[in-house]
């Protein structure tokens, strides 16, 4: 009897789909094994009743409670905090009935928070690792190996320009580095080896556009897959998977997190096989989100839409001032007119958002501008928060780029990047008009 039971068991962790080890769990709350049996569902304490909730309901309702739903044992309203590396099976006959093992694989807390994710984000399924750092690694690692190409956006985030040159090139991957804001530059890029088009936008930190429709409709033609990373955009302005990309990257540290806690990343899905991709690397990798920090991620993001509302419109007003400025020579904020893409931008993003980033260049010593600044203005490199934040790029957030490179993608020694926060706009203009007028 426990040799038939161990074959049995044996046998479903080989030959049926790895997935039925590593994540018997899909964002439906259902998957299927090799031999079509139905596997149970993620929640082992919850249930979710379409009945008790009113259809189609709006993304400010989503982002507060996107499918989280109160305990059935305790009526809790918050998903519990399941500080625990493993879960107890009844036998081998059950082995993973209740859908999760072991905590590197799955944690009820942390697939709670990625089918949140996904389902604000619109997509199948997603992976919450520990940076947005780690979802970009997870991205590339999960879809290239040596001898692949991959067309990426001239500026990005300086750390994922970085791991490209300096981990994932000398492994024997390829990389072109091109001026996204013209999809006819990322089509002439494309090698018969080109599996992966990576796009940013808005870019970090230059605030340019991808035209996400076209660039999509590129990558289908030639069978390769789209990803996006849309930080700076959140699903709150734009939805890389409404305009046909098939992953899209977040660093949830930022406008997700929104309040300087935690650190994480986000790589979602639009399909399950992509899904299933990119799962198995998480597991190989373990690269994880603790319980702890989904947890809090999960009560910080029901703000995102409130956050965002008041950070686009604090940014617009002080962006229309610095144009104004004596000692600022340029501006660029994706909803002033004076933006090379506004219409793209206009057309792309939500609702008349355009975020709470924007960039301006400083007549005079950029160093003396971040030494002069009181608060309420920060100096650090984070983004996305309530507090607002300013950061000299050329030698903080982007010093690891070549000067020549980050001169080229724009990014002058005077380049001066804000974060525009919840303070009082008229508050963060009097600090940075001080600050300005002392050059």
């Given at each position: 009897m426990l040799s038939s039971k161990l074959a049995r068991s044996l046998s479903l962790r080989s030959s049926s789909p790895w997935m039925r080890h590593l994540n018997s769990i899909c964002s439906n709350g259902s998957s299927k094994a090799a031999s079509g049996s139905s596997v149970v569902s993620l929640r082992p304490l919850s249930s979710s009743d379409a009945s008790?909730?009113?259809?189609?309901?709006?993304?400010?309702?989503?982002?507060?409670?996107?499918?989280?739903?109160?305990?059935?044992?305790?009526?809790?309203?918050?998903?519990?905090?399941?500080?625990s590396t493993t879960f107890v099976q009844e036998s081998v006959d059950k082995y993973l009935d209740?859908?999760?093992?072991?905590?590197?694989?799955?944690n009820p807390t942390v697939k709670m928070l990625e089918e949140k994710v996904a389902k604000i984000e619109n997509g199948y399924d997603s992976i919450c690792v520990s940076t947005g750092m780690a979802a970009t690694a997870s991205c590339i690692n999960a879809f290239m190996k040596t001898g692949d190409h991959c067309v990426i956006t001239n500026c990005s985030y300086g750390g994922t320009n970085r791991i490209c040159r300096e981990q994932f090139m000398p492994l024997g991957m390829e990389f072109s580095f091109v001026d996204f804001t013209d999809p006819k530059n990322v089509e002439a890029a494309?090698?018969?080896?080109?599996?992966?088009?990576?796009?940013?936008?808005?870019?970090?930190?230059?605030?340019?556009?991808?035209?996400?429709?076209?660039?999509?409709?590129?990558?289908?033609?030639?069978?390769?897959l789209h990803v996006c990373d849309s930080t700076?955009?959140?699903?709150?302005?734009?939805?890389?998977?409404?305009?046909?990309?098939?992953?899209t990257i977040q660093s949830l540290t930022k406008y997700y997190d929104g309040l300087n806690i935690g650190t994480g990343g986000a790589l979602v899905a639009k399909t399950p096989e992509l899904y299933e991709r990119i799962k198995l690397i998480q597991n190989m990798h373990g690269n994880i989100m603790s319980p702890m920090t989904a947890y809090l991620m999960l009560q910080t993001m029901k703000t995102m839409g409130l956050r965002i509302r008041q950070q686009s419109s604090s940014a617009m007003k002080i962006a229309t001032f610095l144009e104004s400025h004596p000692k600022v020579s340029?501006?660029?904020?994706?909803?002033?007119?004076?933006?090379?893409?506004?219409?793209?931008?206009?057309?792309?993003?939500?609702?008349?958002?355009?975020?709470?980033?924007?960039?301006?260049?400083?007549?005079?010593?950029?160093?003396?501008?971040?030494?002069?600044?009181?608060?309420?203005?920060?100096?650090?490199?984070?983004?996305?928060?309530?507090?607002?934040?300013?950061?000299?790029?050329?030698?903080?957030?982007?010093?690891?780029?070549?000067?020549?490179?980050?001169?080229?993608?724009?990014?002058?020694?005077?380049?001066?990047?804000?974060?525009?926060?919840?303070e009082d706009p008229d508050d963060l203009i009097r600090g940075l008009d001080d600050a300005l007028n002392q050059l």
């Open positions: 008790n909730w009113i259809p189609n309901v709006s993304l400010d309702t989503d982002v507060v409670h996107g499918g989280v739903v109160p305990c059935e044992k305790t009526g809790a309203i918050l998903t519990p905090v399941y500080l209740k859908g999760f093992s072991y905590s590197r694989t799955n494309i090698k018969p080896n080109t599996k992966l088009i990576f796009s940013e936008s808005p870019t970090n930190p230059t605030l340019t556009l991808a035209d996400l429709d076209a660039i999509s409709e590129i990558a289908q033609k030639h069978g390769i700076f955009a959140t699903p709150y302005v734009c939805r890389p998977l409404d305009h046909g990309a098939d992953l340029k501006v660029v904020y994706p909803g002033l007119a004076s933006h090379p893409q506004k219409e793209l931008a206009d057309r792309q993003h939500r609702d008349g958002l355009h975020g709470g980033m924007l960039w301006f260049d400083v007549k005079g010593d950029p160093i003396k501008l971040m030494d002069n600044i009181k608060r309420p203005w920060t100096l650090c490199e984070n983004l996305g928060a309530t507090e607002s934040i300013i950061t000299a790029c050329a030698v903080m957030t982007h010093a690891n780029m070549l000067r020549e490179d980050r001169l080229k993608v724009g990014i002058t020694d005077g380049f001066i990047r804000i974060s525009v926060g919840i």
